[in-house]
């Protein structure tokens, strides 16, 4: 086969649900970057990424200057080798960040060929372990949400069959959190999980004190408590802690990945293949996480069809996050979740292709 095109859109995509809003973020809109990869024999990949912030057109920009020219004649059907020497030209712009996250979208285009060529979703093409993948819900659990709409919420999701909801943490006293938390859990069923997500604005002795608290409330995890890059206080955390501690949404390579895992810094490991960069970079961490017995929990499913067919083909994956439900409508074959669980694709490919409406009026670039 021969790569003879690669076509990008820079793409503004409104949010239409109640304000999403965290510790560090209030979003109204999501940027995509999409890329399509042609070929000779008329089968095309799309692959793409997703930004909360402005910023995404430097993406966009490293897979116009550097990465299309470079697939241009190539066959696709190599494309691990193709994704190594895409990485190496980044020497000296940085191997991680924009250009990570442009390679990713180049990843999961190359592997939508793949699959096309194979006949085949990709669960079924790396081999599954499960037919449904059960499904836990964040959307009831928004910052910026009264305590009384967080419980109304939430006992909306469990009614449609959701037993696992997550709520964000972070308020400026961690007062407020506890008391949130315990009407949350006094108000739902005990046998729903409860998870709790901080978003990475405590300190660790912020963190020790109040998620020591936390636990009187029989929390499932508590999510990425500090800054990422302090691996060292993570490993002392959980060391302290009881309630298992999540993190992965924002740790971008393998290798951090195994610094987390080897010093006992992180118990829940929520690998996002695209803050990683793609596939093969999250199978390797799912794989790593496995040798130690830990769970695997991707991070959000703004991806749709891509986390829940890597958790349908992985042991240690028992379940995907699912919020932002008002953009399944972008996708040209949006993932559906009944009583619970994620129905997995039939389609051959990667299923993760956006509807021309939405490339044609959302496209800024
Ligand atoms: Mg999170």
């Known amino acids: 086969m021969k790569i003879n095109n690669v076509e990008t859109y820079l793409l503004d995509i409104p949010l239409k649900q109640k304000a999403i809003t965290d510790s560090q973020t209030k979003l109204d809109s999501v940027e995509f970057v999409v890329v399509r990869i042609d070929t000779e024999e008329g089968i095309s990949g799309?692959?793409?990424?997703?930004?909360?912030?402005?910023?995404?057109?430097?993406?966009?920009?490293?897979?116009?200057?550097?990465?299309?020219?470079?697939?241009?004649?190539?066959?696709?059907?190599?494309?691990?080798?193709?994704?190594?020497?895409?990485?190496?030209?980044n020497h000296f712009i940085g191997q991680v960040g924009v250009t990570r996250v442009g390679l990713c979208a180049v990843n999961l285009a190359l592997w939508d060929i793949r699959?096309?060529?194979?006949?085949?979703?990709?669960?079924?093409?790396?081999?599954?372990?499960?037919?449904?993948?059960?499904?836990?819900?964040?959307?009831?659990?928004?910052l910026g949400a009264s305590t009384d709409e967080l419980i109304e919420d939430m006992n909306k999701l469990i009614d449609r069959g959701f037993d696992a909801v997550k709520m964000k943490l972070g308020r400026p006293d961690p007062r407020e959190d506890y008391e949130r938390v315990k009407a949350v859990r006094d108000a739902i069923p005990s046998n729903v999980k409860l998870m709790t997500d901080v978003n990475t604005v405590w300190d660790l002795k912020t963190a020790k004190v109040w998620g020591r608290r936390l636990e009187e409330f029989d929390i499932y995890w508590l999510e990425e408590p500090m800054n990422p890059f302090n691996k060292r206080d993570h490993a002392i955390l959980?060391?302290?802690?009881?309630?298992?501690?999540?993190?992965?949404?924002?740790?971008?390579?393998?290798?951090?990945?195994?610094?987390?895992?080897?010093?006992?810094?992180?118990?829940?490991v929520q690998a996002d293949a695209t803050k990683l960069s793609g596939i093969d970079e999250w199978l390797d961490?799912?794989?790593?996480?496995?040798?130690?017995?830990?769970?695997?929990?991707?991070?959000?499913?703004?991806?749709?069809?891509?986390?829940?067919?890597?958790?349908?083909?992985?042991?240690?994956?028992?379940?995907?996050e699912n919020?932002?439900?008002?953009?399944?409508?972008?996708?040209?074959?949006p993932i559906e979740v009944i009583d619970g669980y994620y129905t997995l694709p039939e389609e051959p490919g990667l299923g993760c292709k956006l509807n021309d409406s939405i490339l044609e009026e959302c496209r800024i670039g």
Not at 117 to 140: E, Q
Not at 291 to 313: F, G, M, R, S
């Open 238 to 268: 959980a060391r302290d802690l009881d309630i298992p501690v999540a993190a992965g949404e924002t740790i971008y390579t393998k290798y951090d990945f195994r610094d987390y895992i080897e010093s006992g810094a992180v118990d829940i």
């Open 115 to 142: 699959l096309k060529v194979s006949n085949m979703p990709l669960w079924k093409y790396l081999g599954p372990v499960k037919n449904k993948v059960k499904a836990y819900n964040t959307d009831g659990g928004w």
């Open 46 to 89: 799309w692959g793409f990424n997703w930004n909360y912030t402005k910023g995404t057109r430097a993406v966009q920009a490293i897979i116009d200057d550097n990465y299309a020219a470079l697939l241009m004649n190539k066959d696709p059907l190599m494309h691990k080798k193709l994704l190594n020497e895409l990485h190496y030209t």
């Open 285 to 320: 961490v799912a794989a790593l996480a496995r040798c130690y017995d830990l769970e695997v929990i991707p991070h959000t499913n703004v991806q749709q069809k891509l986390h829940v067919q890597l958790a349908a083909a992985s042991p240690n994956v028992p379940m995907v």
């Open 323 to 333: 919020c932002y439900e008002s953009l399944s409508t972008i996708w040209e074959e």
